[in-house]
């Protein structure tokens, strides 16, 4: 479905405002956290079902608060 195609009452414009929300979240956690895998080596597999493919549930991240950079001068 396409943004322009909703008729109904399920697609509220509202939807464009979360995923900015989300987009800006993700930001933020990239840019103040540092985060790896707790067990450390490769990624875990995909779960695939049907079509989709999903990233593992189970996986766990482990996250730290970046250090502020100090200047030297």
Known sequence: MWAGECTDFLC??????AANELKALLAFIV????????????RPENLYFAENVAPN???ELMF?????L???A
């Open 64 to 68: 730290r608060k970046r250090q502020p």
């Open 70 to 72: 100090t200047s030297s």
């Open 31 to 42: 840019i103040h956290y540092d985060f790896k895998l707790a067990k450390g080596g490769p």
């Open 57 to 59: 549930p189970t996986a």
């Open 12 to 17: 509220s414009p509202g939807r464009f405002f």
